[in-house]
């Protein structure tokens, strides 16, 4: 069976974004929903956990957060790092491991999150691809995407 597509929130294309304007996008218009506020919470400490590692770069935020769903499960997300933190990078293998392999984003924060290297053009233009379009794989939507 596939899954509910809601209306997304944004159309088709990337949309930059700082934090008080995901808030607005995102959290207020959906003012009973604990689920949202919840997330946005979760999204925020997984943002200061991978600032602390010295890590910079975009975080391409997708599925049903932004979309109308009143209460999304998670937050899907791609983090693409800067070229500049290849050195915080190898300083954090083992974190950044944990993190995006081993779904501790996810059951810390409520983050299905993934990394991609910016240097790879077909990298990019799969998750372009993916996160781009409604489960139906027709309609297409719009990604937020964060600089941290």
Same mark, same amino acid.
């Given at each position: &069976? @596939?899954?509910q597509d809601f209306t997304p929130l944004f159309a088709a294309g990337?949309? $930059?974004m700082d934090w008080p304007g995901l808030v607005a996008s995102c959290l207020t218009p959906f003012p009973t929903s604990? @689920? *949202?506020h919840t997330l946005c919470t979760q999204l925020a400490d997984f943002m200061s956990e991978l *600032?602390? &590692?010295g890590l910079t770069g975009k975080l391409w935020i997708d599925g049903s957060f932004v979309t109308a769903k009143p $209460?999304?499960?998670d %937050? $899907?997300?791609l983090? %693409?790092?800067d070229p500049d933190c290849e050195d915080a990078i190898a300083a954090h293998l083992t974190e950044i491991d944990a993190l995006f392999m081993l779904h501790g984003a996810k059951k810390r924060y409520n983050c299905h999150a993934f990394i991609a290297d910016a240097s790879s053009t077909d990298a990019l233009a799969y998750w372009r691809g993916l996160f781009g379009f409604c489960h139906d794989n027709v309609t297409p939507k719009g990604l937020l995407v964060l600089s941290l």
């Open positions: &069976m @596939a899954k990337f949309h $930059d604990m @689920a *949202r *600032r602390s &590692m $209460d999304p499960g %937050v $899907d997300l983090f %693409v790092p």
